[in-house]
């Protein structure tokens, strides 16, 4: 019995896996804090600088703290490309282990600095997922490192980047599963672990949030949600629904459909027959949030559901994508 | 087993210690670990309690600069708060110091309104003292600020700074 449980534990946790479901969350995930932090670049000086006003969580005053001294502006604006810069390496899966370091390494101090007024779950959660991906292997594949790694190898042949191409004879193979194919190459593999570690996290972060609204006063009725509807996050489209007079028990169902949905995700996200129908739900939650209140950053979690399918399904799918596209491509040589 | 097997399952160990235990405060407001790691278990609960409620009310930051003439002018925040209406709200009222300072968080404002007054003379305005004021309303549908005026607003001076 306890050989089994042992055995279970170590194939949930650290098992070798292909690193594709990893390398679509770097690659989505990383494009996404590009988005995020993009949109502030126009008024860095004012949000990092000393033309603004700056409250560092730490007062600047001891050798530890001083780092938090607000930059003057053009020392803010070139810290702040450099983070971008190495967001955009990172996405690109380019000496990911190092931009990402500097990358979590940079966030922190713009949280120390900064961000930690606004104190919000999502930026904690992007700081973990940037960390855990930047050690996760993540690059192995779908990357600059694996297209550099692959380019330098068999003479003749452009390998790995899911096609093997023959520029002499123009002919495409279809890409072959798992083994030596003709390239001669294995297929990377990675541990699971970061995956799961960062599946987990966004479980719990549902149940939580769940589980909070069913023992928080205020969240048996649909009260909270006109409240909302009315405070300071709230939309025109939001503003709009409360000026349409919609009778309250109109509210009180959708605040009830709310919490059976973030009590039912953290399950539904790994059941591999319901997965898909919760990756949907999932994102129209968020993306009904961003539309009526304005609070669009938790988009960035239907971008990491990826991480809740079987690796070796995302590697097939993607397999059976680009076999797709190869023998469109070779209908149309043809 | 090897080392990285013992190193992920210590880390597994840590972590489901550290969430549990944040689980457990969202819950019930109980703390079972000691302050010294706190900082986690807060970072690990803050991920799981992004939006735990809300009131009837809508509030917003007033500065108010004093000119050498005695006369109070008001002061635009829209350049220092850049961020959309929501963010800067938040930011105006300094949320990331409640947990951490409990009490004391107020004197933060002396510091912000420090920060404003340089600012704003730096920016040629010949003000003399600022301002700060929370101001509170009723929500309404119609806009975030409909209800504010008249006898319907509430006003608490939080900080008042001079040269």
């Known amino acids: 019995m306890k050989q089994i449980v042992v055995s279970h534990w170590n194939h949930f946790w650290f098992r070798q896996v292909p690193p594709h479901a990893l390398a679509l969350a770097r690659i989505g995930f990383g494009f996404f804090l590009l988005l995020y932090f993009s949109l502030q670049f126009p008024t860095v000086a004012m949000r990092y600088s000393s033309a603004g006003i700056i409250l560092p969580l730490f007062r600047p005053t001891t050798p530890l703290t001083v780092i938090l001294t607000p930059p003057p502006p053009p020392i803010a604006l070139l810290v702040f490309l450099v983070l971008l810069v190495f967001l955009l390496l990172f996405t690109l899966g380019w000496h990911m282990r190092i931009v990402g370091t500097v990358a979590v390494i940079l966030y922190l101090y713009y949280w120390f600095l900064s961000l930690h007024l606004f104190d919000t779950s999502f930026d904690r959660i992007f700081l973990l997922a940037l960390a855990v991906l930047t050690f996760s292997g993540a690059d192995r594949v779908l990357s ?5 790694e692959g ?36 297929p990377p593999l990675v541990s699971v672990f970061p995956q799961r570690l960062l ?41 709009w629904l409360l000026l349409e007079n919609i009778p309250l ?86 | 087993m090897g080392s990285r097997h013992i190193a992920g399952n210590i880390i597994i160990a840590c972590y489901g210690v550290i969430t549990l235990t944040a689980f457990i405060y969202t819950l019930t407001r109980i703390r079972l670990l000691p302050a010294s790691v706190w900082p986690l278990v807060d970072h690990s609960y803050s991920m799981m309690a992004p939006y735990q409620g809300d009131d009837e009310w809508n509030a917003d930051l007033l500065a108010e600069g004093l000119r050498s003439d005695g006369r109070w002018e008001s002061i635009n925040l829209g350049p220092y708060f850049p961020q959309g209406r929501g963010e800067a709200n938040v930011r105006a009222f300094l949320k990331g110091f409640w947990r951490r300072e409990k009490g004391r968080w107020f004197a933060r404002y002396s510091e912000l309104a420090r920060q404003l007054l340089l600012h704003e003379r730096g920016r040629g305005r010949s003000i003399v003292s600022v301002r700060l004021t929370l101001e509170r309303w009723p929500r309404a549908p119609e806009s975030f600020g409909h209800l504010r005026a008249g006898p319907l607003v509430l006003r608490h001076v939080l900080a008042e700074v001079s040269l």
Not at chain 1, 144 to 148: A, G
Not at chain 1, 156 to 164: A, L, P
Not at chain 1, 278 to 288: D, I, K, Y
Request: aromatic share 16%; proline share 5%; net charge positive.
């Open chain 1, 199 to 239: 599946a987990i996290q966004l479980t719990v972060t549902y149940l939580g949030v769940g589980l909070q609204k069913l023992v928080l006063p205020g969240w048996d009725g649909g009260e909270v949600l006109t409240v909302g509807f009315a405070g300071r996050w709230a939309t025109p489209l939001a503003r």
């Open chain 1, 144 to 148: 600059v490192r694996s297209y550099l």
């Open chain 1, 151 to 186: 380019y330098r190898g068999v003479r003749g042949n452009r390998r790995y980047r899911g096609i093997v191409f023959n520029p002499r004879t123009r002919r495409t193979l279809q890409y072959r599963p798992p083994g030596r194919g003709r390239t001669g190459r294995i």
């Open chain 1, 249 to 334: 028990s109109a509210y009180d169902l959708l605040i009830f459909l709310i919490i059976a949905l973030e009590l039912t995700l953290p399950f539904g996200l790994w059941s591999r027959r319901m997965q898909r129908w919760f990756f949907a739900l999932g994102f129209l939650f968020h993306l009904g949030i961003a539309l009526l209140l304005g609070i669009w950053w938790f988009l960035a979690l239907p971008v990491l559901y990826i991480l809740f399918v079987d690796p070796e399904e995302v590697k097939s799918g993607l397999s059976v994508l680009i076999s797709f596209f190869v023998n469109c491509n070779r209908f149309r040589m043809r």
